[in-house]
């Protein structure tokens, strides 16, 4: 009869065995199938240097970012079963959720310092990423899409100060689409575009609705994965690619 040890047992057990597909991680093998058959390991080369897992290297701002996208994403969806993008229901809505939704105004404000707190972070980590060299060959792609990505996010703050239809809301994207509208060349039509009519009225409220509850939101989920696997394509963080003789 074999003896198994504790962990043995466990790690040899068919539940084990069908969630994990591999051993105790005590070796260089098991280690590895760590790293390639967890979805959130995986993002992460098999091999690093310490230097690039250090939290002062990247300040971990990109994942906070992430953590910042989920968060507005759940909040958003909340909000969602409320707000109704017409102008005569648009700030009626929202009034009803700060005050007779349960917990209606901690969703809302977690979603609007959500979306602050991401504009900060992913011009932090953008910040970061110059700082640190990351942006040169081969991360110079990574670097494109990134500046995509803050493009986005801008886009996604811009669009949901609309939808309160508050007089902020309103006057801060007649100033915003105004001042596309005087941009060489295109800005015309860009602002028709934005406005769907000569001002900010209901077929405006309906494109940045549009916008900022599916199309920005789909780009950025694409661009994110992307940019995740890019980095890890790339040999993980900047700092684990040995420095050139
Ligand atoms: C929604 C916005 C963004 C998200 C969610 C995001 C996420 C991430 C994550 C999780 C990482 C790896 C870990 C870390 O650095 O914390 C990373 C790395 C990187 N990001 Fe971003 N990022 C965003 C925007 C940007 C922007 C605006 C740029 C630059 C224009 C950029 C360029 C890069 C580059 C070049 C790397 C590789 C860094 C290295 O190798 O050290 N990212 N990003």
């Known amino acids: 009869m074999t003896h198994f040890k504790p962990v043995e047992r466990l790690t040899e057990s068919r539940i084990w065995r069908s969630i994990f597909r591999h051993g105790w991680p005590d070796n260089p093998l098991d280690r590895s199938l760590v790293m390639t058959s967890n979805i959130f390991l995986h993002l992460h080369p098999v091999k690093v240097q310490r230097r690039s897992l250090r939290w002062y290297y990247s300040l971990g701002l990109g994942v906070i970012s992430v953590i910042l996208y989920g968060l507005l994403i759940f909040t958003g969806v909340l909000l969602m079963f409320y707000y109704v993008p017409s102008v005569e229901r648009a700030y009626p809505t929202m009034q009803e959720i700060q005050l007779s939704v349960p917990l209606g105004q901690f969703t809302r404000n977690m979603h609007r310092w959500g979306a602050h707190a991401m504009v900060v972070v992913v011009i932090l980590h953008m910040v970061r990423v110059f700082y640190t060299g990351a942006y040169k060959p081969p991360r110079q792609f990574n670097w494109i899409i990134g500046v995509a ?97």
């Open 149 to 245: 990505l803050l493009l986005l996010t801008l886009g996604a703050s811009f669009t949901g100060y609309l939808l309160p239809w508050d007089q902020l809301s309103f006057w801060a994207i007649t100033v915003g689409t105004n001042i596309a509208g005087y941009a060489p060349g295109a800005g015309p039509v860009l602002r028709q575009i934005l406005l769907g009519s000569s001002e900010v009225s209901q077929p405006t409220l309906i494109r940045f609705y549009t916008l900022h509850i599916a199309l920005l939101p789909l780009a950025l989920a694409l661009l994110i994965s992307v940019h995740l696997w890019r980095v890890r394509k790339d040999g993980g963080l900047a700092a684990s690619t040995p420095p050139e003789d």
